[in-house]
């Protein structure tokens, strides 16, 4: 694997992270979930410094034993899969030019590690990612399996909302990292949905645009619980011999 190189920022990376990292900062209090920002404290993310893994990775670490792995770009299922189920949170590590603040083809580090790292350090989310990613490596030759448990990771990982005391909060790391969705998730234009692993399963989902709908969780435990549901009904979907879809 390679390493971050950090002395290989510029100025124009440094000033991205600040930009981003204060505007999310502005949008996500009453927004983002309780756990996002207690993490994000945690890890001692700044707005003046791009995160060094060499810090990041002890403090990360001492919460709950995850670390960092820098990747290239996004990696092939496999490999996402057999790293997370060893505790180890692929990152790439470059960050958007000033011209792309709004608008990116994959994640860069911004995605990465401001909007996913926080979360990290809770345990039942994190013993969740683990889990799941079990589920995908046992299934890892199997292209509709994998199409099934992506669009879990999908809608929580990445697009997950969770009904908290203080009202509806985002800890899908996809809304996290873009202002846009911040605001548009929680408005009343999407369609919100309880939390429901057949239904999940039977959902495919769009990467162009913003999510037409979010399941909304009870809590981080519930999710983890979820784990023997999402194996049961996967196995039904396999039986079936449904069609198979590479889309
Ligand atoms: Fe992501």
């Excluded at 509709?144 to 908290?164: D, H, K, N, P």
């Excluded at 989902?205 to 023997?228: G, N």
Aim: a negative charge; one cysteine or more.
């Amino acid at each position: 694997m390679s390493m971050q190189q950090y002395s290989n920022y510029t100025s124009e990376d440094f000033a991205v992270w600040k930009i981003l990292f204060e505007r999310q900062v502005q949008n996500l209090p009453g927004r983002a979930t309780a756990a996002f920002m207690e993490g994000l404290k945690r890890i001692q993310f700044t707005a003046d410094s791009i995160p060094n893994f060499e810090e990041t990775d002890p403090l990360l670490s001492s919460c709950t034993g995850w670390e960092l792995t820098v990747v290239p770009g996004i990696v092939a299922d496999d490999l996402f899969f057999k790293l997370l189920s060893e505790k180890k949170f692929p990152a790439t590590t470059w960050l958007r030019k000033m011209a792309q603040l709004d608008y990116l083809e994959e994640p860069d580090m911004f995605h990465d590690v401001f909007a996913h790292v926080p979360l990290l350090t809770n345990k039942p989310f994190v013993d969740f990612l683990q889990a799941l990613s079990k589920i995908a490596l046992r299934h890892i030759d199997d292209a509709w399996a994998i199409e099934l448990l992506s669009r879990i990771y999908w809608f929580t990982i990445e697009f997950g909302l969770i009904q908290e005391e203080g009202g509806l909060r985002i800890y899908g790391a996809g809304i996290l990292s873009s202002a846009g969705e911040t605001l548009y998730s929680l408005s009343n234009k999407p369609e919100h949905r309880p939390y429901d692993v057949a239904t999940i399963l039977d959902t495919p989902y769009r990467k162009d645009t913003f999510q037409e709908i979010y399941y909304i969780v009870d809590s981080y435990e519930a999710l983890y619980a979820s784990i023997p549901e999402i194996e049961e009904e996967l196995a039904k979907r396999i039986k079936k011999g449904t069609v198979i879809s590479l889309s």
